[in-house]
């Protein structure tokens, strides 16, 4: 299973690029990771999804390195809108188990003024 | 588009109380799934559906049951309801191929077991 590791808790500030890394060493061959961001009370909300090297959209970027074991979420210039739950989730395309999803445990990202 | 819709958003139910949440969606989604989110954790898989007429066990499967009714519908039972299985419940849906499988989530069902 390609379970995944995360740091708990991050603090930044207003204006800032925030990094976030996600460790998955059994990462499968065809295994995608994707991010979400959730707010208090609410669902889930899917963020960015990558396979390798590099993935931008409108509010992040996702870095794979050539290994797979590893990626980093960067939020650029966050403002306090960010403060949320962040999680990386490692799965195959399509699932072919439900064993194969799998949230960490998840990132509590702080912004201050 | 409603997207994915729970019912009910609240409940409280006494120790052996069964209940069963709602999910459906409506974007023409082939997968769904039950996650349970307990305070301050992550979530949990507890069951998932591929396609219609198909259910797999997640991670934490003991003490519910599933039924994918329909392409739109998907439902959790609890047939004997512990403390234990106090939490929030979030259904979520996605598209079933190769590349993006976004999930897409409901608002969640906040169970209390006294």
């Known amino acids: 299973l390609a379970k995944t590791t995360q740091p708990i808790s991050m603090d930044s500030y207003e204006g800032q690029e925030v990094n976030i890394t996600c460790s998955h060493n059994n990462i499968a061959t065809n295994d995608y990771i994707t991010w979400y961001q959730q707010f208090p009370s609410q669902g889930p909300r899917f963020i960015i999804q990558?396979?390798?090297t590099k993935v931008t959209n409108e509010v992040a970027s996702l870095f794979i390195p050539a290994d797979r074991k590893s990626s980093t979420l960067s939020l650029p210039r966050v403002s306090l809108s960010d403060t949320a739950v962040y999680y990386c989730?490692?799965?195959?395309?399509?699932?072919?188990?439900?064993?194969?999803?799998?949230f960490g445990s998840g990132t509590r990202l702080s912004i201050r003024p | 588009n409603a997207g994915v819709t729970q019912n009910p958003k609240f409940q409280v139910l006494k120790t052996g109380q069964s209940m069963t949440l709602q999910c459906a969606q409506d974007?023409?989604?082939?997968?769904m799934y039950w996650y349970r989110q307990d305070p301050g954790m992550g979530l949990r898989l507890i069951y998932y559906?591929?396609?219609?007429?198909?259910?797999d066990k997640g991670e934490v499967p003991n003490g519910y049951n599933v039924s994918r009714l329909n392409k739109r519908e998907f439902s959790l039972r609890l047939e004997s309801a512990a403390p234990s299985q106090t939490s929030v419940y979030f259904c979520a849906s996605s598209h079933q191929g190769t590349g993006i499988y976004e999930q897409y989530f409901g608002p969640g069902t906040r169970l209390t077991v006294t």
């Open positions: 559906s591929a396609s219609e007429g198909t259910t």
């Open positions: 989730l490692v799965g195959g395309a399509p699932y072919s188990s439900a064993s194969k999803i799998i």
């Open positions: 990558g396979y390798k």
């Open positions: 974007m023409n989604h082939n997968s």
